[in-house]
């Protein structure tokens, strides 16, 4: 079991920034595509971002000029820096992995095998 431990998240106000961070092995740096995703309140959960491992990010259209997804291999940690924040980000953010041997990465939440223990976020009007 791939083991990926979130930091961060918290409250803030409209228009405000916040980075969660999900540290990982390095075995799973190197091998993995990382996302995040978002649950909202009695909401499904929905794909925010996604990196592969080597680094090539894809950003749904809300994210897009807002969000940015970043890793250092370095230390074996993934972020998500998000600026400009909406009431409508407010959720649970979950870092989540799956093995791409051949590369890429793909949005689809079922293709993601391993969670964290997920982060809230709460942004206020």
């Known amino acids: 079991q791939v083991q990926l431990v979130q930091s961060g998240g918290g409250s803030v106000q409209s228009g405000g920034s916040l980075r969660l961070s999900c540290a990982a092995s390095?075995?799973?740096?190197?091998?993995?595509?990382l996302g995040w995703f978002r649950q909202a309140p009695g909401k499904e959960r929905e794909v925010v971002a996604a990196?592969?491992?080597?680094?090539?990010?894809t950003l749904t259209t809300s994210s897009k000029g807002r969000f940015n997804i970043s890793r250092i291999n370095g230390n074996n940690t993934a972020y998500l820096q998000m600026n400009s924040l909406k009431p409508e980000d407010t959720g649970i953010y979950y870092c989540?992995?799956?093995?791409?041997?051949?590369?890429?990465?793909?949005?689809?939440?079922?293709?993601?095998?391993?969670w964290g223990q997920g982060t809230q976020v709460t942004v206020s009007s």
């Open positions: 990196i592969s491992r080597d680094g090539i990010t």
């Open positions: 390095q075995y799973i740096f190197s091998t993995h595509c």
């Open positions: 989540a992995a799956y093995p791409t041997p051949n590369g890429g990465c793909r949005m689809r939440p079922n293709d993601f095998r391993s």
